[in-house]
């Protein structure tokens, strides 16, 4: 089965702690990508990586980190400093073609929700 | 930053009804493309319209862009219930980065 996977499905987290959202992909992306949805919004994009050992923020990377050490995997933390965490944390990626970036579709895990105690 | 804006928001029509939304943005871009997503669940790919293109069709859908009017819409004909979820419109815009920049999504409900 090819596809993208996230884990937990749920995550709880307690006051002044990092957690770690897992997505794996085997569809032999090379970009991944993580977003945060809040309840009846859009997705907003948190971290993306185009290549392993590089990544870039996105529009709301403050209080998040993120790793690349293999194509297959881009874990996504969730630091202490994100004060405001609960949501649903969406994990895609994509290929990339040419060099001129023109943006192919993004495939899509299922998603983490994270809630806080 | 929000790049697209759904109109409306939310849609209930009965099944076999068609169903339009609408999605405007804001600056020029290379392709938008329409997600679906049920539920508690990720986003499913429907359709991409790349920016020299007017019309895509697949299957039961239908996606117009109009460039002039930094606007697509999404036909969704002879719904089912099975189409009840929130829809998507998604831009990429020019500079290599491949962002994905979403709406707030319109979310349909189909009645039985």
């Known amino acids: 089965d090819g596809g993208i996977t996230q884990s937990p499905k749920y995550l709880f987290r307690k006051e002044g702690q990092n957690v770690t959202l897992s997505c794996e992909q085997n569809?032999?992306?090379?970009?991944m990508y993580w977003y945060r949805q809040d309840p009846g919004q859009g997705l907003r994009l948190i971290y993306y990586?185009?290549?392993?050992?590089?990544?870039q923020k996105g529009d709301i990377a403050e209080g998040y980190s993120v790793s690349r050490e293999k194509k297959e995997s881009f874990p996504l933390t969730v630091t202490s400093a994100q004060k405001n965490p609960t949501a649903f944390y969406l994990c895609?990626?994509?290929?990339?073609?040419?060099?001129?970036?023109?943006?192919?579709?993004?495939?899509f895990g299922p998603g983490t929700r994270l809630l806080v105690l | 930053s929000q790049q697209g804006e759904e109109d409306p928001q939310a849609l209930s029509i009965q099944e076999g009804e068609n169903a339009t939304m609408n999605c405007s943005y804001k600056?020029?871009?290379?392709?938008l493309q329409w997600y679906r997503q049920n539920s508690g669940r990720g986003l499913v790919h429907l359709i991409l319209?790349?920016?020299?293109?007017r019309e895509k069709h697949s299957g039961r859908l239908r996606v117009t862009l109009d460039t002039s009017k930094k606007s697509s819409s999404l036909l969704i004909t002879a719904s089912r219930a099975a189409d009840t979820a929130s829809y998507f419109c998604?831009?990429?815009?020019?500079?290599?980065?491949?962002?994905?920049?979403f709406g707030q999504g319109t979310r349909l409900t189909i009645n039985p």
């Open positions: 895609a990626s994509s290929t990339l073609l040419g060099f001129s970036g023109v943006g192919e579709t993004q495939y």
């Open positions: 569809l032999n992306h090379d970009a």
């Open positions: 990586s185009q290549i392993v050992n590089d990544f």
């Open positions: 600056t020029s871009i290379n392709n």
């Open positions: 319209i790349r920016s020299n293109e």
């Open positions: 998604a831009t990429v815009v020019p500079g290599g980065a491949q962002k994905l920049v």
